[in-house]
């Protein structure tokens, strides 16, 4: 009878262990999976923002109470996804959405309150553009959403 050592029997664990690693870690996720909640939240304040964005060249004072409602959904959001286990990226992504300090919807809503404060408008101009930078900032978090693995 042949005896076996202990490195043989070592390789041969390993052998046997490694495919059964893969299919288990194959099985886990090192992101968040999708979540209707999250894609109908992140849907329908887009469409707020959008709304409001096109409406900036009006007097802040007049959709002050409409900012303040985006600006407190946009808080649920960022709470709601920092709840979420692997879900660093979409964090991520909200908290540069809702910053006051940023070029997002968050800094957007407090130029314009600010703007507002000393009797001005924001300019078309600068509407326009900045329109464009948070639809898209919108849209990538809920592609972000949309790419995450089903349940």
Same mark, same amino acid.
């Given at each position: ?59 802040? /004072?007049?959709? =002050?109470?409409?900012? %303040?409602?985006?600006?407190?959904? *946009?808080?649920?959001?960022? +709470?709601?996804? !920092? $709840? ?7 964090? /991520?992504?909200? =908290?540069?959405?809702? %910053?006051?300090?940023?070029?997002? *919807?968050?800094?957007?809503? +407090?130029?314009? !309150? $600010? ?37």
């Amino acid at each position: 009878m042949r005896s076996i050592s202990p490195g043989m029997l070592r390789r041969a664990v390993t052998r046997a262990a490694l495919p059964a690693l893969f299919v288990v870690l194959a099985g886990c996720s090192l992101i968040s999976s999708h979540d209707p909640h999250s894609f109908e939240t992140a849907t329908s304040l887009k469409a707020e923002a959008m709304v409001l964005v096109e409406q900036a060249t009006e007097p802040y /004072a007049e959709h =002050a109470a409409s900012c %303040d409602a985006l600006v407190l959904g *946009m808080r649920k959001a960022y +709470e709601y996804e !920092k $709840g979420k286990a692997e879900n660093a990226e979409t964090v /991520a992504q909200w =908290a540069l959405m809702r %910053d006051p300090k940023g070029h997002l *919807m968050g800094g957007f809503v +407090e130029r314009w !309150k $600010g703007t507002s404060a000393q009797g001005a408008r924001l300019s078309p101009a600068f509407v326009n553009e900045a329109a464009g930078e948070i639809e898209g900032a919108f849209d990538r978090i809920i592609r972000l959403e949309q790419g995450k693995p089903a349940e």
